[in-house]
Every structure is written in structure tokens, then in C-alpha cells.
């Protein structure tokens, strides 16, 4: 067995039993604690998804966690670091033989269905960025979806993988950390070659949703800072910096 194998990521370790959000206690604690740290609960009274979701978080079906981050980076780029998060978790699950793919801007998927999520938040003053916390959750053994989400999410387990929790952490540790001092030095190549080979929706017919509805476009391609290239059905290129699409059966 190889053990955590990281410089800081995950070498300080809060875990818990149950919590409310690791996301939220890891925001709390952020300001005292050291980079890497990071917050696991084996369950979440209310886990928290994107756009004011919950992230149903029930004890031995799934991994939640929360790293503690402290970059010094412009707040422009904060958002880069759920790229990370997203290329760090299929190039593991790649390494554990999980094929899957990465729904931009955050949604990993297994099999056509999503597997996991990840919830970015931050602090900042001004434009100097306090903390970031970026929080995963990873279906490993759910079986009690309701049938909304069924249709739509899965588990590990359910696709025919048996992952083991502590070795899953450990080697997502390892890929988040290389990925990220790679991009505190300058360089987001290998995140940004991850995220267009492992692209759900890349060359795909699919739509932004926002204020003002759906609007159909073709995803083309994912540029040097992660944001989605898109051409709209005049044949105009925009780029979307986050935000959420849909795109047929996803
Ligand atoms: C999504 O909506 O896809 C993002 C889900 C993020 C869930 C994780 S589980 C650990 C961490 N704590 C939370 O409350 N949410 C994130």
C-alpha cells in the first residue's frame, strides 16, 4: 500500500463523524489553519450543492470533503481551481480503472450519469483572496436515490467499481496537489489537456441556461483559463466563464 504521498495536501486531517457541511466548518476554520488541510465527514446533516442545492450526504454512501486553500492568486482566477478539482478527480479515478468524464464546469460523470460534484467557495477582501475552500462529494455506494435523481446521478458502486475510500483520498490528494502547484507556478496546461480530453460535452449540441432561459450552442472547445468556448447558432463565438448547461441526457 503506497500512503499519502503529498507535501501538504490532506496532511492535516479534521475528520468527522457527522457534521452539517464540510464546507461550511472548513470556512470557519480557514482563516487559523494552514493550506491543505482538509475536513472529511462520513456524513453531512445538510451538504450543500451547487446553486443552493442539497447534496443528500448519508453515511456509507459516499465520500465528503473540503480542502482548505490559500493561493496567492488574482480572484479572477479563483475559479480555476475547481478545474483543478475536476481534472485531479478523473485523472484518479482513471488511475483506479474509472473511466469518466467531466461535465463543465463541475459535474463528473460516470456511464452518462453524474458521480460527483464540487462546490467552490471563497473569501476575499478587496481583490486578495483570503481562503478557498473547494468541497467534493463523491457518490461511492448510494443506492437510495429517489427517482428524479436516479435518472440523473449514480454511484461507483453501481457502475461495478469497488473503490476504496483511503485509497481514493490518497490519490486524489496526490493529482489535486501536482495540478495545483503546477498552477500557482504559472502553468495550467496539464489541467486545461485533462479537462479537453475528458470533456462531456466538447463538439456537443448543448444549452446555456441562465436568467433568460436556454439558449442552444455547440460546445467547441475550452480555452487556456478553463472557460467553455462556444459557438451560437449564428455562428458567433462566446465564452462562458461559469455557469450551468445541460446537454442531452446529462
Ligand atoms: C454540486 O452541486 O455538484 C456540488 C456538490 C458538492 C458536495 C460537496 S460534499 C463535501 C462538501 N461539503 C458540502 O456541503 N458540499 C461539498
Given amino acids: 500500500k503506497r500512503g499519502l504521498e503529498t507535501e501538504f495536501i490532506g496532511q492535516n486531517i479534521e475528520y468527522f463523524k457527522s457534521i452539517d457541511s464540510t464546507n461550511t466548518f472548513a ?32 453515511e456509507n454512501e459516499g465520500i465528503y470533503f473540503s480542502i482548505i486553500l490559500k493561493p496567492d492568486i488574482d480572484i479572477m482566477n479563483a475559479s480555476f481551481l475547481t478545474q ?3 481534472a485531479a478527480m478523473v485523472s484518479s479515478l482513471e488511475k483506479m480503472g474509472v473511466e469518466s468524464t467531466i461535465k463543465w464546469p463541475n459535474d463528473i460523470i460516470v456511464n452518462g450519469k453524474k458521480i460527483s460534484g464540487i462546490l467552490t467557495e471563497m473569501s476575499a477582501e478587496i481583490d486578495q483572496i483570503s481562503y478557498i475552500v473547494v468541497g467534493i462529494g ?8 429517489e427517482e428524479e435523481i436516479e435518472s440523473k446521478a449514480t454511484s461507483l458502486k453501481k ?50 441556461i441562465d436568467r433568460t432561459g436556454k439558449t442552444k450552442v455547440y460546445a467547441r472547445d475550452i480555452d487556456e483559463n478553463g472557460n467553455l468556448l462556444v459557438e451560437k447558432e449564428n455562428g458567433s463565438i462566446e465564452t462562458i466563464f461559469t455557469g450551468e448547461i445541460s446537454i442531452r441526457g446529462l
Avoid: C, H
Avoid at 36 to 45: H, K, R, Y
Avoid at 160 to 175: A, M, P, V
Fill in 138 to 145: 463523491v457518490n461511492l455506494y448510494n443506492q437510495s436515490f
Fill in 27 to 58: 470556512k470557519n476554520i480557514a482563516p487559523k489553519s494552514d493550506e491543505g488541510m482538509v475536513i472529511i465527514s462520513d456524513e453531512q446533516i445538510s451538504g450543500k450543492g451547487r446553486v443552493g442545492r442539497e447534496w443528500i450526504s448519508k
Fill in 159 to 208: 457502475e461495478g467499481y469497488d473503490i476504496d475510500k483511503k485509497e481514493f483520498l490518497q490519490r486524489f490528494f496526490l493529482e489535486f496537489e501536482d495540478l495545483y502547484k503546477e498552477f500557482l507556478s504559472g502553468d495550467k496546461e496539464s489541467t486545461i489537456s485533462i479537462l479537453r480530453k475528458k470533456s462531456a460535452v466538447l463538439d456537443k449540441e448543448v444549452y446555456i
Fill in 84 to 86: 483543478v478539482a475536476g
